[in-house]
């Protein structure tokens, strides 16, 4: 049985790519195959191949599923700024119709867990009538919410949660992510993980230190999938 879920954030740079790295590669831990996908991506550098995102990529080498660059991250803009503004610059139309598809591909192709990564947080514009939230509500997802451990991210969390159920869909967990700098940087930060698991109605699925390595295989140590897998289809 394939689980899908779809990974947002509290906000852009909050580590949404080395949490879902590190959930793939705890999964592929337990002896489950994965897939992910990085539907649209800003930022991309050209290369011989054409253009390139360093978020898709490491999704590519967390999976185990092997996938062509073009399935992973569909859209593929270059500047490093929001996807609707990219897109325009680049003379490209964003649509959620043809991101679903490709999308429910990946979900099909036999692997145990698929990962959607989305693009900065949870209400991202596409085009003026279109979000990315769009996508996870088309395809009915479940969501998974990286919070950055900053000032200020139980406000982020509960309003980013509220906009995920509001929108119809479960919130199946979240992951607390200290992207800023170790624990100890932050004020009172076991305070604020007790906040923030007493009031996001999704359990915990870790607490991931302060890592300037960029290993996500670091972080899957500090992971527990079970709430994940033992959820309803």
Same mark, same amino acid.
């Given at each position: 049985m394939t689980? /899908?879920?779809?990974?947002?954030?509290?906000?852009?740079?909050?580590?949404? $790519?080395?949490?879902?790295?590190?959930?793939? &590669? =705890?999964?592929?831990?337990?002896?489950?195959? /994965?897939?992910?996908?990085?539907?649209?991506?800003?930022?991309?550098?050209? $290369?011989?191949?054409?253009?390139?995102?360093? &978020? =898709?990529?490491?999704?590519?080498d967390a999976m185990t599923a092997v996938m062509p660059y073009e399935q992973v991250n569909p859209i593929a803009l270059a500047p490093a700024v929001a996807p609707h503004i990219a897109a325009m610059e680049a003379g490209r139309r964003l649509d959620t119709s043809r991101l679903e598809g490709i999308c429910r591909g990946v979900m099909n192709s036999g692997a145990d867990l698929v990962l959607v990564e989305g693009a900065g947080g949870w209400r991202v514009p596409l085009a003026p009538r279109q979000f990315l939230s769009d996508l996870p509500r088309a395809l009915e997802l479940p969501v998974i919410l990286v919070v950055s451990m900053e000032l200020g991210c139980i406000n982020h969390a509960l309003l980013t949660a509220e906009a995920v159920r509001r929108d119809g869909l479960v919130l199946a967990g979240w992951v607390a992510n200290f992207v800023r700098g170790p624990q100890a940087d932050m004020p009172k930060a076991?305070?604020?993980?007790?906040?923030?698991?007493?009031?996001?109605?999704?359990?915990?699925?870790?607490?991931?230190?302060?890592?300037?390595s960029g290993d996500y295989r670091q972080g899957a140590a500090h992971l527990d999938l079970s709430p994940l897998l033992s959820s309803p289809e």
């Amino acid at each position: 049985m394939t689980r /899908t879920f779809f990974v947002t954030g509290t906000n852009t740079e909050v580590g949404k $790519t080395y949490a879902t790295a590190a959930l793939l &590669d =705890a999964a592929a831990r337990q002896g489950l195959k /994965t897939a992910a996908m990085k539907p649209v991506a800003s930022g991309c550098e050209e $290369t011989p191949e054409g253009l390139r995102n360093s &978020d =898709a990529l490491t999704l590519i080498d967390a999976m185990t599923a092997v996938m062509p660059y073009e399935q992973v991250n569909p859209i593929a803009l270059a500047p490093a700024v929001a996807p609707h503004i990219a897109a325009m610059e680049a003379g490209r139309r964003l649509d959620t119709s043809r991101l679903e598809g490709i999308c429910r591909g990946v979900m099909n192709s036999g692997a145990d867990l698929v990962l959607v990564e989305g693009a900065g947080g949870w209400r991202v514009p596409l085009a003026p009538r279109q979000f990315l939230s769009d996508l996870p509500r088309a395809l009915e997802l479940p969501v998974i919410l990286v919070v950055s451990m900053e000032l200020g991210c139980i406000n982020h969390a509960l309003l980013t949660a509220e906009a995920v159920r509001r929108d119809g869909l479960v919130l199946a967990g979240w992951v607390a992510n200290f992207v800023r700098g170790p624990q100890a940087d932050m004020p009172k930060a076991e305070e604020n993980l007790m906040t923030l698991r007493a009031l996001l109605p999704a359990p915990c699925l870790g607490v991931l230190p302060f890592d300037d390595s960029g290993d996500y295989r670091q972080g899957a140590a500090h992971l527990d999938l079970s709430p994940l897998l033992s959820s309803p289809e």
